[in-house]
Each structure stands twice: as structure tokens, then as C-alpha cells.
């Protein structure tokens, strides 16, 4: 589970910190590319907007990044963890609110 918030908090560092750029030299990465310790691991069109859709992988923690690629303004992020239940007492749902 620490490694699941390190990896989360290094995400978030990577892209508001140090100016995370996905722009390769020729426009945006391809699959396999790798940038700023992330390798990219799919690259598709996002069907609700139209844009390009791009996943990274840490290299060293495993965290995900799904970066949406599009011309709109507006920024936004967003940081999950999974709450698997062990058991059907709803403990897990309780903690999503």
C-alpha cells in the first residue's frame, strides 16, 4: 500500500513539479517510448472527445498515468487507489465517500 502512495505522490510530483512534457520531437510519443522515467504503454484515440489518449507506466514504482492530449484549456487530475473489500460489511464503500 506505501508503495501504491509513493508511486502516486512521485506521478503527481513528475507532472506539476518538474513541468512533465509528453511532446516528443516529432509530436506525441508512440508506444514503448520513453520519457522522463515513464514508458508509454498505449496510445489511442479517446472516443468521447476525440482526443489522443496516452497511458504511462512508471519505471520504478509501477504508478499509472493516463494523460488525455487535447486542445481545451481546462486542466484537471485526478488520484485513485483501489479499495478491494475483503469481506461484504461495506467498509470500503464507506470510505469512497
Not at 9 to 38: E, H, R, V, W
Amino acid at each position: 500500500m506505501r508503495k501504491r502512495i509513493v508511486s502516486c505522490f512521485l506521478c503527481i510530483a513528475m507532472t506539476a513539479g518538474y513541468g512533465f512534457s509528453i511532446q516528443a520531437a516529432d509530436g506525441l510519443p508512440d508506444k514503448g517510448d520513453k520519457i522522463n522515467g515513464f514508458t508509454v504503454t498505449d496510445v489511442r484515440e479517446f472516443d468521447l472527445t476525440g482526443d489522443e489518449l496516452i497511458t504511462f507506466e512508471h519505471d520504478k514504482t509501477g504508478g499509472t498515468i493516463i494523460y488525455i492530449a487535447s486542445d481545451d484549456i481546462d486542466r484537471a487530475f485526478n488520484i485513485s487507489f483501489r479499495t478491494p473489500p475483503q469481506d461484504d460489511t461495506g467498509l470500503t464503500h464507506v470510505f469512497e465517500h
